[in-house]
């Protein structure tokens, strides 16, 4: 595996379950980060990890949970979500802060029923 | 204000023409500017970054960028069908963040 990668590419889920999203940075880099892609809307930014520790959590709604064990890893923990929250999660790295050129992994599309 | 601002097209080029594509943004302390293409349906791809005022190069591929100004654009050469996408800008400011724009929608016309 090169890049970044995520799993599952697409995912449905009913507003009362709990599922989880993966992303693996094959980089080297140290800092990983969770966007939001909406229709006519600019990327979100969503959560931040540098080395390991969240530095950045942009308001967030804390039915959106992040866990990031170690430099590679990034999950997105997802409970009682939301039809608005229906969009393109996209995982992205970067080799440390956000100066750095991010790459982008292919994205989840969630589809919250 | 919007803190990084492209017009939304869609900018529609003849193949072989230059496709010119422009960003303005709104924190001057910004050090850090990336162009990136999306494909309908896919994540965006990185395809030129700059850090200095003046142009910047790669193959068909010439970034400007004006901090006077606030001001960074994208001009592709040589456009082709290939080439159509949205085009995002992203500016990482003072605070280490990057911030996108809504991203200019270009199609290239046989």
């Known amino acids: 595996e090169t890049g970044v990668t995520q799993t599952p590419r697409h995912l449905v889920m009913g507003m009362t379950n709990k599922k989880s999203l993966k992303c693996e940075q094959h980089?080297?880099?140290?800092?990983m980060y969770w966007y939001k892609q909406s229709a006519k809307k600019p990327l979100e930014l969503m959560f931040v990890y540098n080395f390991k520790e969240q530095t950045e959590n942009n308001s967030v709604p804390s039915r959106f949970s992040p866990e990031c064990p170690n430099s590679s890893h990034l999950f997105l923990h997802l409970h009682t979500l939301q039809p608005e929250d229906s969009a393109l999660y996209l995982c992205a790295s970067s080799l440390a802060g956000g100066r750095d050129e991010q790459y982008f992994g292919p994205g989840t599309r969630l589809t919250v029923t | 204000q919007k803190e990084v601002e492209q017009n939304s097209g869609p900018l529609s080029v003849p193949e072989g023409a230059i496709a010119s594509l422009n960003c303005t943004y709104s924190?001057?302390?910004?050090?850090?500017f990336f162009w990136y293409r999306q494909y309908s349906g896919k994540s965006p791809e990185l395809i030129m970054s700059i850090y200095s005022n003046g142009d910047k190069e790669d193959g068909r591929f010439t970034a400007q960028l004006n901090k006077a100004s606030q001001y960074v654009s994208l001009l592709i050469r040589d456009s082709q069908p290939s080439d159509s996408a949205t085009y995002l800008c992203?500016?990482?400011?003072?605070?280490?963040?990057?911030?996108f724009g809504t991203g200019t929608r270009l199609q290239v016309f046989p």
């Open positions: 992203a500016v990482a400011t003072n605070t280490d963040k990057l911030i």
């Open positions: 980089l080297g880099h140290n800092a």
């Open positions: 924190d001057r302390g910004s050090q850090s």
